[in-house]
């Protein structure tokens, strides 16, 4: 069993930057972020493969998201900057702990997930 516990949600106003943190307690070979804003659907952020350290990213989110991690310290981060207020959601980190060649990006490839954290924009 692998626990993801998150941290660095708040609330901001736009153009501010925030680093969310997910720190996991086994093994993972992806990880990843996703948000859900209120009334829509889960949405795919930014996710990372371990091995080589490849990344992939929605487009909406490209040159202002950074997902990156600390393997040794099983903890994977995601640098927002210049946020807008579209960006207001619950973040939420997801785990793969059986093995992927690429990032992934569909929620249901993850087999465990954070608690959520919420990042409030304000215009």
């Known amino acids: 069993q692998v626990q993801l516990v998150e941290s660095g949600g708040g609330l901001v106003q736009a153009g501010g930057s925030l680093r969310l943190s997910c720190a996991t307690s086994?093994?993972?070979?992806?990880m990843g972020w996703f948000r859900q804003a209120p009334g829509k659907e889960r949405e795919f952020v930014a996710a990372?493969?371990?091995?080589?350290?490849?990344?992939n990213y929605v487009d909406s989110v490209k040159d202002r998201f950074t997902i990156s991690g600390n393997i040794g310290k099983n903890t994977v981060y995601l640098q927002v900057n210049s946020l807008k207020p579209e960006d207001t959601a619950v973040y939420y980190c997801?785990?793969?702990?059986?093995?992927?060649?690429?990032?992934?990006?569909?929620?249901?490839?993850?087999?465990?997930w954070g608690q959520g954290t919420q990042v409030t924009v304000s215009s």
């Open positions: 990372i493969r371990w091995s080589g350290g490849s990344t």
């Open positions: 086994g093994r993972t070979f992806s």
């Open positions: 997801a785990a793969r702990t059986f093995y992927t060649r690429v990032p992934i990006i569909t929620w249901n490839e993850y087999d465990y």
